[in-house]
């Protein structure tokens, strides 16, 4: 069965704290790892890693992929408020695509 | 601008009742997907369809359908709501083109009763 375990489930940081979060995948089939990112509504799309050891960069987040230990970390750096958030990845499969998702980290950043 | 929309931001449902969420997409995506999301499980494929008039089950398809008659809408289908079913329900969609993220409706809060 195709699983995604994303660590830890919540987290506590102050503001200007680096964080990373954590996303492993047994994923048959697999293709992409994807990272989003969701506050009171819907997903917003963060990254999409398909290759291994190439860093993604937009701002002070960034994400790497590891397709060997099947794992891959979103960092963000200087930490503020408005990142305050669920931080949920997901693993994308070929064929029909479909999109496996972990459990979410829930990231809250105090003043 | 891409956009998912979902029919009802907020639903209150009694038990027993036929519930329909709809979602319609402008994005000419074949895929399209309806997930749940409940606190501690993340959020769980229900039904996903790759093109009109098909449709594929996901990991929790028991007491749900889905209807996908044009491309741009795909509809989930409560046949006989319970209280289990009370749940944020997310509809995303996809282009088959390589390298294309999923993008997400702003979500239904349904809430049965």
């Known amino acids: 069965e195709d699983k995604v375990v994303q660590s830890p489930l919540s987290l506590v940081v102050h503001e200007g704290d680096t964080v990373t979060l954590n996303c492993s995948y047994e994923?048959?089939?697999?293709?992409?790892l994807l990272w989003y990112k969701q506050e009171k509504k819907a997903p917003t799309f963060l990254f999409m890693l398909t290759s291994s050891g190439i860093e993604k960069k937009s701002g002070r987040l960034s994400s790497i992929l590891d397709k060997k230990e099947l794992f891959s970390i979103l960092n963000i750096t200087a930490t503020q408020t408005g990142d305050s958030a669920i931080y949920l990845c997901?693993?994308?499969?070929?064929?029909?695509?479909?999109?496996?998702f972990g459990t979410g980290t829930r990231l809250l950043v105090s003043p | 601008d891409v956009k998912v929309t979902q029919s009802s931001r907020y639903l209150v449902k009694r038990t027993g009742e036929k519930v329909f969420l709809e979602c319609v997409q402008d994005?000419?995506?074949?895929?399209m997907f309806w997930y749940r999301q409940d606190p501690g499980l993340g959020l769980r494929l229900i039904y996903f369809s790759y093109d009109v008039k098909m449709k594929e089950k996901g990991d929790i398809p028991e007491g749900y359908s889905v209807s996908r008659e044009k491309k741009e809408r795909f509809s989930l289908i409560l046949e006989s709501a319970s209280t289990n079913q009370t749940s944020m329900y997310l509809c995303?969609?996809?282009?088959?083109?390589?390298?294309?993220?999923?993008?997400f409706g702003q979500g239904t809060r349904l809430t049965v009763v």
């Open positions: 997901a693993a994308l499969n070929t064929g029909f695509q479909k999109l496996v």
């Open positions: 995303a969609s996809s282009s088959t083109r390589q390298g294309s993220e999923a993008f």
């Open positions: 994923v048959t089939n697999f293709r992409s």
């Open positions: 994005m000419d995506h074949e895929n």
